[in-house]
């Protein structure tokens, strides 16, 4: 058997069948050295409370469905580890979400974000298949590449403390996710997107904390694309840059 060592979880709890407010729950878990905070979880889930909810999926940082507070901070519990955490570990749902049972949050006002801000390749006219494929250089491909890497994870949100106090505020995710297909050399539809971003709850609204970058688990630096797509915005708006898929 390897050897365990007994940790403290605090875990926020709320039964809406039964509970008018979250509440705090103290549970014993015997932890191996290795084991990650999603380990803990579902022993706990397996071993003590088969009543827990939480999400989780891929248990590599990939799928972003395991994102939860752990001791103040938005991470994914499958990156965390116990034994590089403070007693008592504290653990509650995302912050500046709706709670829909124990640690799973309502997250269909993020997903409709996203949607918002078209983030996929629009052209005007679709090149047809036989005629190859849209060529393009490593340096443009450089361009957008690390807002790539966004997992649709959502810790951005539960860090942003614009979020906290506008919750129509579109977000550090759809903002980066907007900036990278409009810096994508394939992309037409940069002028479909201003509207969205240039809104009162679009990049205007950000007060630049940096605290969505600070957690991102992909170092996608969401800040960053908000800064850049401000000064993008400024020069359209003066018209010393065009909007690509402008008519």
């Not at 494929?133 to 690390?146: A, W």
């Not at 997992?151 to 907007?178: R, T």
């Not at 993008?232 to 898929?245: D, H, N, P």
């Amino acid at each position: 058997m390897a050897e365990t060592r007994n940790i403290g979880f605090e875990i926020l709890r709320f039964r809406p069948e039964s509970d008018e407010e979250p509440v705090w729950e103290t549970f014993e878990v015997p932890c191996r050295e290795e084991w990650v905070v999603l380990d803990a979880l579902n022993y706990i889930k397996d071993e003590i409370d088969g009543t827990l909810s939480h999400r989780w999926s891929c248990r590599m940082g990939v799928c972003g469905s395991c994102g939860m507070m752990v001791n103040g901070t938005p991470k994914l519990t499958c990156n965390a580890f116990v034994r590089d955490l403070p007693e008592p570990i504290r653990i509650a749902p995302l912050a500046n979400f709706p709670i829909v049972r124990d640690l799973v949050v309502d997250l269909e006002s993020f997903v409709t974000k996203i949607k918002k801000v078209k983030p996929w390749i629009i052209r005007k006219t679709e090149k047809d298949v036989a005629h190859g494929e849209y060529m393009q250089t490593p340096d443009e491909l450089d361009n957008y590449k690390q807002f790539t890497m966004c997992i649709n994870c959502s810790l951005c949100y539960a860090a942003c403390p614009v979020l906290a106090h506008e919750p129509d505020f579109i977000g550090p995710a759809a903002i980066a996710l907007a900036f990278r297909y409009n810096q994508d050399s394939r992309d037409e539809g940069e002028a479909e997107r201003y509207d969205v971003l240039n809104s009162h709850e679009g990049v205007w609204s950000c007060s630049y904390a940096n605290e969505c970058s600070e957690v991102c688990p992909k170092s996608v630096d969401p800040a960053a694309a908000v800064n850049r797509s401000k000064l993008v915005s400024a020069m359209q708006w003066t018209g010393l840059l065009s909007k690509r898929g402008a008519e």
